[in-house]
């Protein structure tokens, strides 16, 4: 069933968003303060494409109000009232944060990516590239000011539609690969929510948050 208010793509009512949260906090994420990362498919030169391997850990810092925050580096944050709602929606991507120094749980909770997009089609508006590795070319993207994204895809298999969060394979920002590796800083992707997600945030009518519809170009969807 389509969500009222939000267009549907393709001939099964697929929507996709891209979830722009204007609400960021002054804490690191990334890899700074012990978050475990796998390497395996990221580029050997810059570190695009490492991929959280376990809990973010942050140092403590004071919870804002917004029931929907991002890091400095762009993991997008929900606090605990959103997440049982997001929950009893059936959404189960929500992992735990943790003190960095204690171990201790933090009183909010990540959203966390299910699998990574394919490139963006031709089409695609509201970004601009700038230095991208000269190796692998995946992070250096950059949104536009006051231009919203236009995301599009050629066509997307069945697997990634039925997932409730979904990021970018481009990178936005620039990544740097450090020793040691907790100075690491790595391009961030542009999350991407499914139906479930997006009839919550927009049930919540939240002034931080904005969801700009995906468009798939063909309605012939693999499986």
Known sequence: MPIEGFPTT?????????????????VYGGPRYGTEYSTDRACPKCGTGAEQAGPLRLRR??????????????????RPALAATLRAAGVACLDVVLDAQSGSSLDVFQLRTE????????????????????????????????????????TLEDALLSKDVLTTYERFGTSVLREPFSDSVFAAPVTIVG??????????????????????????LRS
Request: glycine share 8%; proline share 7%; with cysteine.
């Open 10 to 26: 393709g001939d099964r009512g697929v929507a996709l968003f891209a979830l722009v949260v204007r609400n960021q906090r002054t």
């Open 61 to 78: 810092f004071a919870m804002p109000k917004a029931e929907v925050f991002l890091t400095l580096d762009a993991e997008v944050l929900v």
């Open 195 to 220: 139906r479930r997600i997006a009839a919550v945030l927009k049930a919540a009518n939240l002034r931080s948050v904005e969801l700009q519809p995906i468009r798939v170009a063909r309605e012939g």
């Open 115 to 154: 699998a990574t997009l394919p490139p963006f089609a031709a089409g695609t508006t509201g970004i601009t590239r700038e230095r991208p590795c000269t190796d692998c070319g995946r992070d250096g993207h950059y949104g536009i000011p006051h231009e919203p994204y236009r995301f599009v895809y050629d």
